[in-house]
């Protein structure tokens, strides 16, 4: 799903931002593609905070069972610029490319957003604003929520594209809980394997 309203743009420009994105978290990704919807007020079962900080979050994994609706209250600690994303691998070096395209523009500067230049029009009706159900991006000191609700089991991670902070580590796992699938309590056991740092 990808419904960024410059999608278009960042696929008519050669970027090479391949070197930005590949490799870093390993490959072997691939399945299952879906990273949930647009969660319902009224369906969030818990909040969760996330801190951004220079560049990591706090948590650095969360664990959710299939089908939660969870609300996220995402807040910035740090001196950047961070997003909060919630997508799949591939999502996220997608992504990677529109983000360069923020900073070329001048969109993001370290520290700051050009909050004009967000809803200027390219002149195909297209803008710039970062306004997708499953991510904010937010200035330091700022707080914004996201309620997403996941689907199934996936490999879906919450992550940093402003460029350079996922390639600093700047993700973290979302480990779904045993729910219907029968595997013995996963809590303590898997964790490890989850971790890639
Ligand atoms: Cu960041």
Same mark, same amino acid.
């Given at each position: =799903?990808?419904?960024?309203?410059?999608?278009?743009?960042?696929?008519? %420009?050669? +970027?090479?931002?391949?070197?930005l994105?590949?490799?870093a978290?390993?490959?072997?990704?691939?399945?299952?593609?879906?990273?949930?919807?647009?969660?319902?007020?009224?369906?969030?079962?818990? /909040?969760?905070?996330?801190? %951004?900080y220079d560049n990591y979050y706090?948590?650095?994994? &969360?664990?959710?069972?299939?089908?939660?609706?969870?609300? $996220?209250?995402?807040?910035?600690? @740090?001196?950047l610029?961070h997003?909060?994303? +919630?997508?799949? *691998?591939? %999502?996220?070096?997608?992504?990677? #490319?529109?983000? =360069?395209?923020?900073?070329?523009?001048?969109? &993001?500067?370290?520290?700051?957003?050009?909050?004009? =230049?967000?809803? %200027?029009?390219?002149?195909?009706?297209?803008?710039?604003?970062?306004?997708? *159900?499953?991510?904010?991006?937010?200035?330091? @000191? #700022?707080?914004?929520?996201?309620?997403? #609700?996941?689907?199934? #089991?996936?490999?879906?991670?919450?992550a940093c594209?402003v460029p350079g902070h996922y390639q600093a580590g700047m993700y973290?796992?979302?480990? $779904?809980?045993?729910?219907?699938?029968?595997?013995? /309590?996963?809590?303590?056991?898997?964790? *490890?394997?989850?971790?890639?740092q």
């Amino acid at each position: =799903m990808t419904s960024s309203k410059f999608v278009v743009a960042a696929l008519a %420009m050669s +970027i090479s931002a391949t070197a930005l994105g590949a490799g870093a978290h390993g490959g072997g990704h691939g399945h299952g593609a879906n990273n949930g919807e647009p969660g319902k007020a009224s369906d969030v079962s818990r /909040s969760i905070t996330v801190e %951004m900080y220079d560049n990591y979050y706090e948590p650095e994994e &969360i664990e959710v069972t299939p089908g939660e609706t969870v609300r $996220f209250v995402v807040e910035n600690k @740090g001196k950047l610029v961070h997003e909060f994303n +919630i997508g799949t *691998p591939a %999502m996220h070096e997608a992504h990677q #490319k529109e983000m =360069m395209m923020m900073v070329e523009h001048g969109i &993001i500067q370290g520290g700051k957003l050009n909050h004009e =230049m967000m809803e %200027m029009d390219m002149g195909n009706g297209q803008s710039m604003k970062h306004d997708d *159900p499953n991510s904010v991006l937010l200035e330091p @000191g #700022k707080s914004q929520e996201v309620v997403w #609700k996941f689907s199934e #089991k996936g490999d879906i991670e919450f992550a940093c594209n402003v460029p350079g902070h996922y390639q600093a580590g700047m993700y973290g796992e979302v480990n $779904f809980n045993q729910g219907d699938s029968g595997v013995r /309590s996963l809590a303590g056991e898997l964790k *490890p394997l989850n971790t890639t740092q």
